[in-house]
């Protein structure tokens, strides 16, 4: 058995090498999901954002809330404090302590210039008077 000489392949000269393809085909692929992660990572963050302040606002409301209550209470009690002292039973021995007394007599005045000329009065009558006197 013999063997064959060995010989050099034939190289064309048309053919070369090129490099960088395919680390353009690997970054083409690396991209998209370069971009989903950073735009779940930045919607993550913003629903963070998002949910504290919801929070805060929350949290300021029920403070406002039980504030309006507790004044709410303070008014109820401050109007049950008023209806109790403006009682006419209180005020009239009051009133009778500083010297005040009901009017006995009651006499309408007329001033002339300050009731217009077309309104008319009506005075009381005598029997009218007498009977209001008689009245407690």
Known sequence: M?????RAPKVQPRLR?????RSR???????PWLVF?????????SMVIVRTTLDRGAV???TLTRQIEAE????????????GLSNATRIGPLAE???M???????VLVVDGVVPDDIALELPTEDQRLALEAQP
Not at 17 to 21: C, F, S
Not at 25 to 31: I, L, Q, T
Not at 73 to 80: D, F, I, K
Request: glycine share 6%.
């Open 2 to 6: 013999t063997a064959r000489p060995l």
């Open 17 to 21: 090498l090129v490099r960088g393809k």
């Open 25 to 31: 085909a690997v970054a083409v692929r690396v991209s």
């Open 37 to 45: 992660s950073l735009v779940v990572v930045v919607s993550m963050f």
């Open 60 to 62: 300021e409301l029920a």
């Open 72 to 83: 709410r209470a303070s008014v109820e009690e401050l109007e049950l404090t008023m209806a």
């Open 97 to 99: 302590e500083m010297g």
């Open 101 to 107: 007394v009901y009017p006995g007599d009651r006499l």
